[in-house]
């Protein structure tokens, strides 16, 4: 992930730039989500829907979009438009409305699930399912359209779950009443990693700072961990209903799904119970899963790429070249590899490629010596944020990394892992930063040592200047 955190993360899936170009630093005057500016150049600049609009698409928009500052009526490009910042589990609002007609602000509360009496009103409906039922039933209505009219779509389906439902105290993940059920996984336990409750001397203050986690406190995060287990299962079940629906319509040989996050987590890694917001890869590792026409059943991408290509690559996906406006760059070429079996505006979108090979069944490897190496990450600390009793974010928890996965880089930065720590007031990095990291992943995969300072000068030198770069690219100049 680009930003390990919801808005930001959001936001650079949504418009395929870098964070340091979507800022509210370098855009003042906007509405901010998490210095995400989330204006007029966001929706008119930047925003991913025309591009598929242009291309014939109906796009319609399901679930959370940014965590705040959304538009209540369809933005450019966007067909229908069903959505909140995440809100509430039970009870959960969105504004409503397809492309040209006034919005409606719609709160469910009128279902009748035998559901805890500690979660809402008996009459509150679940997030999940109302997110589901409402995208499935756009999606069913664009397939029985007559087929000489029907337009090719796009959902885009964006889900609470597994968020925590915020709150005092030990704030929870909230999964539906029919599988808050004590027989489904009982005393499941997050993962006791390397890492788990690890003390990291030589890392950021944030993380050296850390005491250990209390008996409760790993419990409540275990406590956690289920519930989240719990929630996704209905997630299971709106993304099974989503393909069920589609090959019904006989259009499952003629569709891409993609499946990921918008940033990782941890359940006691590092000393902290719970939360995102760091470089360590528990919070920038998520799931990406994609299936489609011409993409081999499992295999596996292995270079290193972000949620930032993600809106480029659904582009190419829909035969759209990848516009200027974006930082990101599209693996529709690495990831069909019989475009023999592709649609046909993808087939052609690929074979329009300047590529080494455009042979119409590449091997999965097609391309890959042309693939970036060095990935950005960056984040600004957003204050002071406690969580389950631990101090998990904090203003001089500004940073930029550099992730680096190179077959032909030389022994121990392979596969390595360099961040640069600042102060809030240091967001653009124009002063040195105050601390360093880094962490030969090959020999280190937890992130347990931190050999910066056994690093010869000259390397040093060299990962700063690589991290400056990206740091400052836009458009083209970011690959």
Known sequence: IHTPVCCPSRGELLTGRYFHNINIHNYPGNPSCMSVAAGSEFYNEWYFAPHLQQAGYTVGIFGKHLNSDNPSCPPPGVDRWF??????????????????????????????????????????????????????AWINAVLQEPEATRKPFFAYIAVKAPHIQDGAGWPITLPAPWYNDSTLYPGLQAPRTPNWNASCPDHHWLIRSQPPMTAEQAARSDDLYRARWLALLSVDDLVS????????????????????????????????????????????????????????PNTAFDHVASNVDTMPTILGLA??????????????????????????????????????????????????????????????????????????????????????????GAPGFRNFK?????????????????????????????????????????????????VERLFRCRGTSCN
Request: glycine share 8%.
């Open 319 to 408: 035969g759209v070249p990848t516009p200027p406006s974006m930082d990101g760059r599209s693996l529709a070429h690495l990831l069909v590899t019989d475009r023999s079996l592709a649609p046909r505006a993808t087939a052609a979108h690929l074979a329009s490629l300047s590529l080494k090979s455009a042979n119409a069944s590449a091997d999965a490897n097609n391309g890959a010596d042309t693939w970036r190496t060095d990935l950005l990450v960056e984040y600004y600390g957003l204050g002071n944020v406690v969580r389950y009793e631990h101090l998990e974010d904090t203003g001089n928890n500004t940073f930029r990394t550099l992730r680096v996965v190179d077959p032909q």
């Open 241 to 296: 209903d989503v393909v069920a629906a589609i090959d019904a319509a006989g259009q499952g040989d003629n569709t891409y799904y993609l499946f990921t996050s918008d940033h990782g987590f941890r359940f006691g890694q590092y000393r902290m119970p719970e939360g995102k917001w760091n470089t360590y890869d528990n919070d920038l590792r998520i799931p990406m899963v994609v299936r489609g026409p011409g993409i081999a």
């Open 418 to 466: 360099y961040a640069e720590f600042v102060a809030a007031d240091n967001w653009n990095h124009t002063e040195p930063a105050q601390e360093y990291e880094l962490f030969d992943l090959d020999a280190d995969p937890w992130e347990l040592s931190n050999i910066y300072g056994k690093a010869a000068a000259s390397v040093k030198a060299d990962l700063a200047q690589r």
């Open 83 to 136: 959505v909140n910042g995440g809100g509430n589990y039970y009870g959960p609002g969105f504004s409503w409305a397809s492309a040209g007609t006034p919005a409606t602000n719609v709160v469910f509360s009128n279902c009748s699930y035998n559901q805890p009496s500690h979660v809402g009103k008996p009459s509150d409906c679940y997030s999940t399912s109302v997110i589901g039922n409402t995208s499935l």
